[in-house]
């Protein structure tokens, strides 16, 4: 930890990752007492927000990091509140590994760009350096259960709904248009049609599939990145 440091950053296990597939690195972050940093975005246009910069070796793509929603926090004495994170949050870093790629153990170098504060004032901008480290596997030799299931910023519930070509782009579309880009919808749905529909709907969209969890043979789950 650099000096005068007010984070401490705790990296995941390493991630498994079968070539030619993708999975998410939850990187937990934690925040000395006292302080805050600054969100990701910011609410203020001289201030740093919270950055994540990843570089890893060839084959194995970092994609945009997805940062949680800021805190509003002010300043002894201010007139408006900041976007912060403050305590222990997570960083959620998206892992895609090209076939290519060869097996083994893989690290990635990794920085994260941040500015704190206390209650009287903003320090200056400080990066905190780490690695991540991934573990490229052969399709189906993945730990079961390694993967984690999405975490989802909405959910539609399509149970009883024939999904339908017609009726299924236009609910998708509607509950993503509120979310942000990066963040992950959870799709609900009971009809056994579904199975083909989202995966299609996906392809045709370019808003990522990042996993199907088949429940039984009708309930079926879908987690779906905004492009």
Same mark, same amino acid.
């Given at each position: ?17 079968? @070539?030619?597939?993708?999975?998410? $690195? /939850? *990187?937990?972050?934690?925040? %000395?007492?006292?302080?805050?940093? &600054?969100?990701? =975005? ?85 990066? @905190?350096?780490?690695?991540?480290? $991934? /573990? *490229?596997?052969?399709?189906? %030799?993945?730990?079961?259960?390694? &993967?984690?299931? =999405? ?77």
């Amino acid at each position: 930890m650099a000096p005068n440091s007010i984070i401490a950053v705790q990296a995941p296990p390493p991630a498994e990752l079968p @070539a030619g597939c993708g999975v998410e $690195a /939850r *990187i937990t972050v934690v925040v %000395d007492d006292g302080y805050h940093v &600054q969100a990701n =975005p910011t609410n203020q246009q001289f201030l740093i927000p919270l950055r994540l910069e990843v570089k890893g070796p060839k084959g194995i793509r970092p994609g945009k990091p997805i940062y949680p929603q800021g805190q509003p926090y002010r300043l002894t004495g201010a007139d408006d509140d900041l976007m912060t994170y403050g305590g222990t949050f997570e960083v959620v870093l998206p892992l895609q590994a090209e076939q290519s790629v060869p097996l083994g153990d893989h690290t990635l170098r990794a920085a994260l760009h941040y500015q704190g504060c206390d209650e009287h004032s903003c320090l200056f901008p400080a990066v @905190a350096r780490f690695t991540l480290n $991934a /573990r *490229i596997v052969a399709p189906g %030799d993945a730990t079961p259960g390694e &993967q984690e299931t =999405p975490v989802p910023d909405a959910v539609l519930n399509a149970n009883g709904l024939p999904l339908t070509c017609a009726n299924l782009t236009p609910l998708i579309k509607s509950t993503m248009r509120g979310m942000d880009s990066g963040r992950v919808l959870e799709v609900v749905a009971d009809d056994p049609a579904a199975r083909e529909g989202v995966p299609a709907w996906s392809r045709l969209t370019g808003n990522k599939l990042l996993a199907t969890i088949e429940e039984d043979s009708q309930r079926t789950r879908f987690y779906l990145r905004k492009k």
